[in-house]
Protein backbone atom coordinates (compact mmCIF):
# COMPACT_ATOMS: atom_id res chain seq x y z
CA UNK A 1 0.00 0.00 0.00
CA UNK A 2 2.78 2.32 0.99
CA UNK A 3 4.58 1.52 -1.99
CA UNK A 4 1.38 2.58 -4.62
CA UNK A 5 1.18 5.21 -2.75
CA UNK A 6 5.03 6.38 -3.00
CA UNK A 7 4.97 5.52 -6.85
CA UNK A 8 1.78 8.07 -7.22
CA UNK A 9 3.85 10.83 -5.62
CA UNK A 10 6.93 10.09 -7.78
CA UNK A 11 4.73 10.29 -10.91
CA UNK A 12 2.54 13.31 -9.57
CA UNK A 13 6.37 15.14 -8.99
CA UNK A 14 7.25 14.54 -12.58
CA UNK A 15 4.37 15.93 -14.25
CA UNK A 16 3.90 18.49 -11.88
CA UNK A 17 7.43 20.08 -11.69
CA UNK A 18 8.58 22.81 -13.85
CA UNK A 19 10.06 22.49 -16.79
CA UNK A 20 13.41 23.01 -17.28
CA UNK A 21 13.18 24.35 -20.60
CA UNK A 22 10.80 27.22 -19.65
CA UNK A 23 10.08 29.55 -22.67
CA UNK A 24 11.70 33.30 -21.85
CA UNK A 25 9.06 35.83 -21.98
CA UNK A 26 10.22 38.91 -23.67
CA UNK A 27 9.22 42.50 -22.72
CA UNK A 28 10.68 44.36 -26.13
CA UNK A 29 12.79 44.24 -28.46
CA UNK A 30 15.21 45.92 -25.60
CA UNK A 31 16.11 42.51 -24.92
CA UNK A 32 17.59 41.22 -27.99
CA UNK A 33 18.48 44.06 -30.22
CA UNK A 34 22.03 43.73 -31.16
CA UNK A 35 24.28 41.40 -33.60
CA UNK A 36 24.06 37.58 -32.88
CA UNK A 37 26.04 34.61 -34.80
CA UNK A 38 23.34 31.85 -35.32
CA UNK A 39 26.12 28.68 -35.59
CA UNK A 40 23.29 26.59 -35.58
CA UNK A 41 19.96 24.50 -36.24
CA UNK A 42 18.56 21.42 -35.21
CA UNK A 43 15.14 19.96 -35.22
CA UNK A 44 14.98 18.69 -31.58
CA UNK A 45 16.28 20.84 -28.63
CA UNK A 46 18.74 17.99 -27.45
CA UNK A 47 19.02 16.81 -31.13
CA UNK A 48 21.93 16.99 -33.90
CA UNK A 49 22.92 20.34 -34.89
CA UNK A 50 23.87 21.29 -38.12
CA UNK A 51 26.90 24.44 -38.16
CA UNK A 52 25.51 27.60 -39.96
CA UNK A 53 27.44 30.27 -40.69
CA UNK A 54 24.81 33.37 -40.03
CA UNK A 55 24.29 36.69 -38.29
CA UNK A 56 21.40 37.89 -37.07
CA UNK A 57 20.99 42.04 -36.37
CA UNK A 58 18.06 42.88 -34.45
CA UNK A 59 17.55 46.53 -35.28
CA UNK A 60 15.54 49.24 -33.47
CA UNK A 61 12.16 49.88 -35.22
CA UNK A 62 11.47 45.87 -36.59
CA UNK A 63 14.54 44.87 -39.01
CA UNK A 64 16.02 41.96 -38.78
CA UNK A 65 19.03 41.77 -41.05
CA UNK A 66 19.95 38.38 -42.38
CA UNK A 67 23.40 38.04 -43.58
CA UNK A 68 24.46 34.13 -44.55
CA UNK A 69 27.62 33.35 -45.91
CA UNK A 70 27.31 30.46 -47.93
CA UNK A 71 29.99 27.71 -47.46
CA UNK A 72 30.27 25.80 -51.00
CA UNK A 73 31.11 29.34 -52.26
CA UNK A 74 28.46 29.30 -54.96
CA UNK A 75 26.89 32.94 -53.71
CA UNK A 76 28.93 34.12 -51.26
CA UNK A 77 27.31 36.16 -48.75
CA UNK A 78 23.95 36.88 -49.16
CA UNK A 79 22.21 39.81 -47.06
CA UNK A 80 18.57 40.65 -46.32
CA UNK A 81 16.10 42.88 -44.56
CA UNK A 82 13.36 40.94 -42.90
CA UNK A 83 10.72 42.45 -40.54
CA UNK A 84 10.41 41.17 -36.90
CA UNK A 85 8.20 42.61 -33.69
CA UNK A 86 8.06 41.10 -30.16
CA UNK A 87 4.34 40.01 -29.40
CA UNK A 88 2.82 37.79 -26.63
CA UNK A 89 6.58 37.48 -25.16
CA UNK A 90 7.54 35.91 -28.78
CA UNK A 91 9.56 37.00 -31.77
CA UNK A 92 7.34 37.33 -34.89
CA UNK A 93 9.35 37.15 -38.04
CA UNK A 94 8.67 37.43 -41.69
CA UNK A 95 9.72 34.03 -42.99
CA UNK A 96 10.86 35.66 -46.19
CA UNK A 97 11.14 38.80 -47.73
CA UNK A 98 8.67 40.85 -49.67
CA UNK A 99 5.68 38.68 -48.35
CA UNK A 100 3.28 38.97 -44.97
CA UNK A 101 4.02 35.96 -44.13
CA UNK A 102 5.28 35.78 -40.46
CA UNK A 103 6.35 32.83 -38.03
CA UNK A 104 6.49 33.08 -34.38
CA UNK A 105 9.94 32.31 -32.17
CA UNK A 106 9.53 31.34 -29.06
CA UNK A 107 12.76 32.22 -26.77
CA UNK A 108 13.42 28.70 -24.99
CA UNK A 109 16.63 30.12 -23.32
CA UNK A 110 18.13 33.43 -22.90
CA UNK A 111 21.10 34.96 -20.51
CA UNK A 112 23.45 38.07 -21.19
CA UNK A 113 26.29 35.99 -23.84
CA UNK A 114 23.32 33.18 -25.94
CA UNK A 115 19.50 32.43 -27.25
CA UNK A 116 17.60 29.33 -28.35
CA UNK A 117 15.03 30.05 -30.35
CA UNK A 118 11.74 27.70 -31.09
CA UNK A 119 10.55 28.61 -34.79
CA UNK A 120 8.19 26.71 -37.08
CA UNK A 121 9.94 23.30 -37.38
CA UNK A 122 13.75 24.07 -36.15
CA UNK A 123 15.52 25.01 -33.46
CA UNK A 124 18.27 28.38 -33.34
CA UNK A 125 20.89 28.60 -31.45
CA UNK A 126 22.94 31.73 -31.37
CA UNK A 127 25.59 33.60 -29.32
CA UNK A 128 25.95 37.34 -28.73
CA UNK A 129 28.65 39.38 -30.82
Known sequence: MIKK????????AVFLA???NADVTLKDDSEIIGKWKLYAEAAKLDGEKKSLITEWEFKPGGVLKTTATDTRGRTNEMVIDLKYSIENGDIKKQASPGREKYESCNVVEKDS???VL????????LTKL
Open 18 to 20: PSV
Open 118 to 125: KCLYLYYF
Open 5 to 12: HVKLLLLA
Open 113 to 115: SGM
